[in-house]
């Protein structure tokens, strides 16, 4: 890498450990948010695609607050 | 769109939800007949498709099989085939999974009617008019953006169509939170504006011609930033999207881990827009760019493969119905394909192992592992699944369908375990080394005819994989006409109650809140592509030195500037590089290696991605005007057992001098340094050079009028990598 061109840039020291940091920061709350997250909350939005086709719940309408 | 009020449901107590609101129920009408319509265009491009596909495949082994036309031949036919499997085939089928299942994860009819007829009808009139340029030869030239500037804006605006779409059907869900496979359509969306914006930035010379508001080293970034997010935002995120719904439907069971699903989602766009500089390794691309492209790419095997482990063992337990259930046989195969192409892409990506796959078929093997395994066969499973219900009646043959998957998937084996073979034999022979220390295969044609029988079982592989999609149309056609399509389906769901009402609205962890807000979600992974691609881009532009300039490299005359246009009309790129690579191999085959500075007045870059002919970047005065004349008329004359095709319409057809002073105006806007008033000489110029060429064939016994093709395109293949062969005394005496 040119160390010329990357001196050239005020500040450039910050701009590595910036980026770390987001990239970091991000991904260890997105594995937190996982590992924490209501079970029900994980089971019904995994559920959302298996809902039954229309057709089959028109004689019972399905109340998705009870998937919740 | 109709809604009918019904009586008043209370829900039932829950201990998850302490209070539970009185929500009416609508009734409401999913529309399938755009569903319908997008999937039957997407039977009939992809055969139209993978027909022009297996017609280029025999070319490369019998170059005659272009029925002697300059339309049908392998350098325009090429783009063709792949914009029609990617942007007709995939396109469509995207578009068709998406409409349906989008409608049923938001409970909620399209936002608008109109939206998607003039969604679908612009879509195929955009691919119409593909068909009808590319054969014309008229291109950009850049992959799989081929497309000329007035095709481009129109899919600007029909992206724009989609995406009112999608997010008005988004607004009106009657699902709080969003399912995993609407963010993957929310980043294709998003990511592909961006891409297709930034990539297509041209100036128009007519309504015909473009040049690249790029030149050189940043045109490659650009193109291959593009091009590399293309197969990850048009061939990847939607078809994840799409495995992440049909697959639990066919197997009628959850996918394996949702909480995989928000990592993958997340580490999936945010480390696949940086990885598009692999396809420059050794090129003169910034040595940084390329270290930050092998980087990424090799991180991103772990979401590629967290996904395609996420797919397969959604089936755990239910191996059983893969046995008996076509529709799941195939849903195997293409996450299987897929992990597959996701190890090899990052393998790829390695230096070492890149300096023998690139260039080489093995690159075009690996990519037809992806369209042929991951996106056919996703495709034809979420078909197979999708016709019986929306004609309300059984698939007309489960039998049928089984010999459509064992015929597809004898077709990718024959296919790419040929294409593998071809790619190690010639990577290998380029390199190859005698004891004596010269190249062993200096002539590159007798590595190129080792190969020619590996071409024609590619080409056998194709039919083979193409006569099991005619199977399928026939099975999806008498299913049609056993049943009657149910235009509208009938759906009923609670109506969204108003955020401050909701106790589903509120509470949650903070990603919980993102998936209740497709605006904000929307922004965050709009900031998570955007990240990689302005770190590589921005230095790339705005720092000089990343593109030396030398002295001596001048902008191209008007002749040769002619000639560089009929490269292009003929797709010349498909087949010929122009990037000698730092090797010894290279530099003792074709000559000095090429600089970032001498492309400087490149628009486009021409530096291609497959060397089926050599490498033409050291060609310029190689061979004498004489050798051209004779190798474009008939290549076997000058290179016996040659492949390349015959171009004998270049000594017929007459150099088009009406937009010469256009262009030159163009280029000077963007910094061509032509003098002042150029355009008006441009045309004399050009005529004075072309006499020149036809002086000097005439003195090895070749008549040839002067505005003939052929004339330009030899004074442009004789300029070719010229300009650092001036010694420094030459340019500093022109200079004064």
């Known amino acids: 890498m040119d160390k010329n061109v990357l001196r050239s840039i005020a500040g450039i020291e910050l701009y590595p450990l910036i980026s770390l940091a987001i990239f970091f920061f991000f991904f260890l709350g997105l594995l937190l948010y996982v590992v924490l997250v209501n079970r029900q909350h994980i089971h019904a939005m995994s559920q959302l695609p298996l809902l039954p086709d229309p057709d089959e719940t028109f004689p019972h309408p399905f109340n998705q607050d009870v998937l919740c | 769109m109709q809604v009918e009020s019904l009586p008043l449901l209370v829900a039932p107590k829950s201990p998850f939800v302490p209070k539970a609101p009185v929500r009416t129920v609508d009734t409401f009408f999913y529309d399938n007949k755009i569903v319908r319509d997008f999937g039957i265009a997407t039977v009939i491009w992809g055969i139209i498709g993978m027909l022009v596909g297996v017609l280029a495949a025999f070319q490369l082994a019998r170059p005659e099989v272009n029925m002697g036309t300059a339309y049908t031949t392998f350098g325009r036919i090429r783009p063709l085939h792949t914009n029609a499997v990617i942007f007709a085939f995939v396109g469509n089928g995207i578009f068709t999974g998406v409409y349906y299942s989008l409608q049923r994860l938001c409970k909620a009819r399209m936002f608008s009617d109109a939206l998607s007829k003039l969604h679908f009808w612009g879509w195929q009139l955009i691919i119409v008019s593909a068909v009808a340029t590319l054969p014309l030869g008229i291109t950009t030239s850049k992959e799989y953006a081929e497309l000329e500037w007035p095709i481009d804006i129109a899919i600007t605006l029909v992206w724009v169509v989609f995406g009112w779409n999608m997010f008005g059907t988004i607004a009106r869900r009657r699902e709080r939170h969003l399912y995993v496979g609407i963010w993957f359509y929310i980043a294709t969306f998003l990511t592909v504006a961006v891409l297709h914006i930034v990539n297509s930035m041209e100036v128009p010379v007519s309504l015909f011609k473009s040049y690249s508001a790029y030149?050189?080293?940043?045109?490659?970034?650009?193109?291959?930033?593009?091009?590399?997010?293309?197969?990850?935002?048009?061939?990847?995120?939607?078809?994840?999207g799409l495995m992440y719904y049909f697959l639990p439907k066919a197997a009628e069971r959850p996918v394996y881990s949702y909480r995989l699903s928000i990592i993958h989602f997340w580490s999936l766009i945010f480390i696949y827009i940086w990885a598009g500089p692999h396809h420059l390794l050794y090129t003169a691309l910034p040595d940084w760019a390329q270290s930050l492209g092998v980087a990424f790419s090799v991180m991103l095997i772990a979401p590629s493969w967290g996904g395609m482990i996420n797919g397969l063992l959604t089936l755990r337990g239910a191996w059983d119905k893969v046995r008996e259930e076509p529709v799941l046989k195939f849903f195997v195969v293409a996450i299987t394909a897929y992990g597959m192409a996701t190890f090899e892409g990052p393998m790829l990506s390695l230096k070492n192992v890149?300096?023998?796959?690139?260039?080489?078929?093995?690159?075009?093997?690996?990519?037809?592992?992806?369209?042929?395994?991951?996106?056919?066969?996703l495709t034809f499973g979420m078909l197979y699944w999708l016709w019986p219900r929306l004609y309300r009646t059984p698939l007309f043959s489960k039998k049928l369908a089984t010999t459509h998957f064992w015929l597809g998937?004898?077709?990718?084996?024959?296919?790419?375990?040929?294409m593998y073979w071809a790619g190690f034999t010639q990577g290998l022979m380029w390199k190859q080394f005698n004891a004596e220390g010269m190249l062993q295969y200096p002539n590159f044609l007798e590595t190129v005819m080792q190969i020619v029988p590996m071409y024609y079982l590619r080409g056998i592989g194709g039919v083979l994989y193409l006569s099991g999609v005619f199977l399928m149309m026939f099975n999806l056609y008498r299913t049609a006409k056993a049943g009657t399509l149910l235009a509208n389906e009938k759906a009923q769901a609670p109506a969204l109650l108003p955020a401050a009402e909701d106790p589903h609205a509120t509470g949650g962890h903070w990603h919980r809140w993102l998936e209740r807000r497709p605006l904000q979600l929307s922004i965050g992974a709009t900031v998570a592509i955007l990240i990689g691609g302005a770190i590589e881009m921005i230095p790339t532009f705005l720092v000089k030195s990343n593109v030396p300039t030398i002295p001596s490299v001048k902008p191209y005359t008007a002749l040769e500037l002619q000639g560089r246009d009929l490269y292009i009309k003929e797709g010349c790129s498909n087949c010929h590089t122009q990037m000698v690579r730092p090797f010894r191999s290279e530099t003792e085959r074709y000559g000095e290696y090429s600089k970032a500075g001498e492309f400087v007045y490149d628009r486009p870059f021409l530096w291609g991605s497959k060397r089926t002919g050599p490498d033409l970047h050291r060609v310029g005065q190689k061979y004498p005007h004489s050798w051209h004349y004779n190798h474009m008329l008939d290549p076997t004359s000058m290179s016996p057992g040659s492949i390349m095709p015959s171009y004998p319409w270049l000594l017929e057809q007459d150099i088009d001098y009406s937009t010469l002073p256009a262009k030159i105006r163009v280029l000077q806007q963007l910094n061509t340094p032509y003098p002042a008033g150029f355009d008006q000489q441009a045309v004399a110029d050009a005529r004075r050079q072309?006499?020149?060429?036809?002086?000097?064939?005439?003195?090895?016994?070749?008549?040839?009028?002067?505005?003939?093709?052929?004339?330009?395109?030899?004074?442009?293949?004789?300029?070719?990598?010229?300009?650092?062969?001036?010694?420094?005394?030459?340019?500093?005496?022109?200079?004064?």
């Open chain 2, 690 to 736: 072309a006499a020149g060429i036809v002086a000097e064939l005439k003195k090895e016994e070749i008549e040839v009028l002067p505005d003939k093709e052929i004339v330009a395109l030899i004074a442009y293949l004789q300029r070719l990598g010229t300009d650092i062969k001036v010694k420094p005394e030459q340019v500093t005496a022109a200079a004064q």
């Open chain 2, 215 to 240: 030149a050189g080293v940043q045109d490659a970034l650009v193109q291959w930033w593009y091009g590399h997010n293309a197969v990850a935002f048009f061939l990847t995120t939607p078809y994840l």
């Open chain 2, 354 to 377: 890149n300096a023998i796959a690139h260039f080489t078929d093995w690159i075009v093997a690996h990519v037809h592992v992806g369209a042929l395994g991951w996106n056919g066969f």
């Open chain 2, 409 to 418: 998937t004898l077709g990718i084996l024959f296919y790419a375990i040929p």
